[in-house]
């Protein structure tokens, strides 16, 4: 048996024989948050997250040594996969690669061993470029921060009402704010297309607070409406994913009342010991982007 194996605690999760590796590293020091509570977090979570991740080609930002170390960003099937690891054809323009899908706990477990976080385009393995929701990630440019990227999601919220959209939000787990909408499926093009549209109309309905084009020199100050995420190049953040932020913060969920009451930056920071609790408090408020009860189609 190698000597890796010999000094590595193994676990079985669901039939499967994971190696979990220096359980005890600190990887937050700001908290003291470690390896093994890391991968705590991901096995008490993995009800709600695995929802978000299912059928959906992951894409990792892996940070092995903690946020303050190196990071990757990773898309194609790691080296070292075993073999019981699902994959996925996923096409890209210089041809088909294959990625992970993160379908049972012991995948989503061999993965945050990896110290990952967990990003996801907006289509689903079986329908490539056929977006099922709408995302605009709202960050902001300091001096704004997170209660100005609130005052966008509201006035979005009753754009996209108006056009017979639901929107649900989520903190990023870094600065800003994600919305997102549940939509029948529609050709990525499209969604991005209308969403370019919505961030244009909240720049000149809002131009003291909103600005749609990526230009540094634009930002300051002002949240940056970015819709590029509809393109099915793109990922975003997992629900219920952590982040590689000084803190152990959690892209969590959050409801329109919350979002609405915000007055200070840390109003909606959220930490890994947080998550649990507010799902037994309010279960998975993404929920319908899951179960697409309230998916939408985009106006003519």
Not at 234 to 256: G, H, I, N, Q
């Amino acid at each position: 048996m190698p000597d890796y194996y010999r000094m590595t605690p193994i676990t079985e999760v669901e039939g499967r024989r994971l190696p979990l590796s220096n359980l005890e590293k600190v990887l937050y020091p700001a908290t003291g948050f470690t390896k093994g509570e890391l991968l705590h977090y991901y096995a008490t979570t993995a009800g709600s997250l695995l929802a978000h991740l299912y059928n959906r080609p992951v894409s990792f930002l892996r940070f092995p040594d903690g946020p303050a170390g190196q990071r990757f960003f990773a898309k194609n099937v790691p080296p070292g996969t075993p073999a019981w690891v699902k994959t996925a054809e996923v096409p890209r323009s210089a041809g088909v690669s294959r990625q992970i899908l993160v379908q049972d706990l012991a995948t989503l477990m061999w993965a945050a061993n990896l110290v990952t976080e967990f990003h996801t385009p907006q289509w689903q393995a079986d329908a490539p470029g056929q977006a099922d929701r709408l995302v605009f990630d709202l960050d902001p440019g300091a001096p704004a921060d997170v209660v100005q990227c609130c005052e966008v999601a509201v006035w979005l919220r009753e754009r996209l009402a108006a056009d017979g959209l639901h929107s649900y939000a989520k903190t990023s787990g870094s600065k800003g704010l994600h919305l997102l909408v549940p939509l029948t499926p529609t050709p990525s093009p499209q969604v991005s297309a209308y969403a370019k549209a919505l961030a244009q109309e909240a720049e000149a309905e809002l131009p003291r607070l909103v600005v749609h084009r990526m230009t540094r020199s634009l930002r300051p100050g002002k949240v940056f409406v970015d819709h590029s995420q509809n393109s099915a190049a793109k990922t975003t953040a997992a629900p219920y994913t952590l982040r590689a932020r000084p803190e152990p913060t959690v892209s969590t969920p959050v409801t329109w009342e919350e979002v609405e009451s915000c007055a200070h930056a840390d109003d909606l920071v959220f930490l890994a010991d947080d998550i649990a609790p507010r799902l037994l408090r309010y279960g998975d408020l993404l929920g319908p982007l899951i179960n697409l009860n309230r998916a939408g189609r985009l106006p003519s």
